[in-house]
């Protein structure tokens, strides 16, 4: 393990400004949102909307640090023939790999979730560095309720594997981001996605800190503390802010250099204001900026519908760059109506 390069990776992921674009979507994932402009899933037309984002060069070298990527998509060439990832590499980002085999259901818990992929883990990483990811990425699922999910097993089940992929990337070099994603789905309150939150984050650093991996050289990627979405009472941006700058407090050590958040199903608006409002309380030990996946390509996706590449990457620069002045707690409401 090169602790030197995986702390100056680290670091670059979060340097002030910026943010990493999350475009990991699955197969499965990216045909749903293609379905959304009636666009046919293949190949090309999934080459064609991640390369007119890679290429969108002011937005990426000014707001972007990192990009995930799919497995088909580090393989991908763009139409020039240069590789997709010597394309982001050329703006300045970084390119990264999701390595996870995704979410199953958890046996004897129905209705949770266990995220799989260890199996073979080490031999895949070692190729995709060759390939040029720097990062990886491993998102566990977290499904709350008002009652008793999750329950404690299923939260150690997913730190356990979070723990054991880090250490494993650590191993090939690549830094690990970590993903415990307690979802929004529901009618839970705001108090009861913060005390969840603090537990899912209490038991993932006890089991980074048992698999020895090096925190300096570790991105953590978690959701914000919000109510579910059918909740009744929605909550401010300041107590959003307020409740999810308290939880990682009480549970990040201030080794890890930064936090990505996840936008989780959060209107794009909603994920720039709350981060902008948790980087204005400031004094913290950590830098605080977005992966984002649907807060940053949702309004792209629809203005390139298909093959708009102007228009979608106008978007994609407006996006990034209210993104990127969040992450400095910069931001402003009157920002999005100049656009
Ligand atoms: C881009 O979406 C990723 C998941 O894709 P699959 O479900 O297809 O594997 C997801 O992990 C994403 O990277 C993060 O959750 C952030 O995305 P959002 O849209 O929540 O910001």
Redesign the pocket.
């Known amino acids: 393990m090169n602790k030197d390069q995986l702390a100056d990776i680290a670091k670059k992921m979060v340097t002030p400004g910026k943010g990493i674009l999350?475009?990991?979507?699955?197969?499965?994932?990216?045909k749903k949102r293609f379905d959304g402009i009636n666009l046919e899933s293949t190949e090309e037309s999934r080459r064609d909307w991640r390369e007119m984002l890679f290429r969108a060069d002011d937005a990426m070298s000014e707001y972007i640090s990192g990009v995930?990527l799919?497995d088909e998509t580090l393989r991908q060439k763009a139409k020039d023939g240069a590789p997709l990832a010597e394309v982001i590499s050329a703006t300045g980002a970084v390119p990264g790999i999701?390595v996870?085999m995704?979410?199953k259901d958890m046996a004897g818990f129905k209705g949770e979730k266990i995220t799989e992929g260890l199996d073979g883990l080490r031999d895949r990483l070692n190729e995709y560095y060759e390939l040029g990811a720097r990062f990886a990425?491993w998102?566990a699922v977290i499904e709350i309720d008002s009652d008793a999910r999750p329950h404690q097993a299923v939260i150690q089940a997913n730190c356990h594997a979070l723990a054991r992929y880090a250490a494993l990337c650590q191993e090939a070099n690549i830094v690990p981001i970590v993903?415990p994603?307690v979802l929004m789905d529901g009618d839970h309150t705001i108090e009861r996605c913060h005390a969840v939150t603090g537990r899912v984050l209490r038991r993932l650093y006890e089991e980074l800190f048992m698999a020895r991996v090096f925190l300096e050289g570790t991105v953590l990627?978690p959701?914000m503390v919000v109510p579910g979405a059918k909740c009744a009472d929605q909550a401010s941006a300041s107590e959003v802010a307020e409740r999810t700058v308290n939880t990682l407090k009480r549970t990040v050590p201030a080794a890890v250099p930064g936090i990505a958040?996840?936008?989780?199903?959060?209107s794009d608006e909603q994920?720039t204001a709350h981060l902008d409002a948790m980087n204005r309380i400031g004094g913290l030990p950590w830098k605080l900026t977005?992966?984002?996946?649907?807060?940053?390509?949702a309004a792209p996706l629809k203005a390139w519908n298909g093959s708009n590449v102007e228009a979608g990457q106008a978007a994609f620069r407006h996006r990034a760059k209210m993104n990127g002045l969040a992450s400095l707690g910069q931001w402003e409401k009157g920002f999005e109506r100049a656009a």
């Open positions: 999350a475009a990991d979507e699955s197969t499965g994932t990216i995930i799919y999701k996870d995704g979410a990425k998102r993903e994603e990627k959701n958040f996840l936008s989780g199903g959060q994920a977005f992966s984002y996946g649907r807060a940053l390509q």
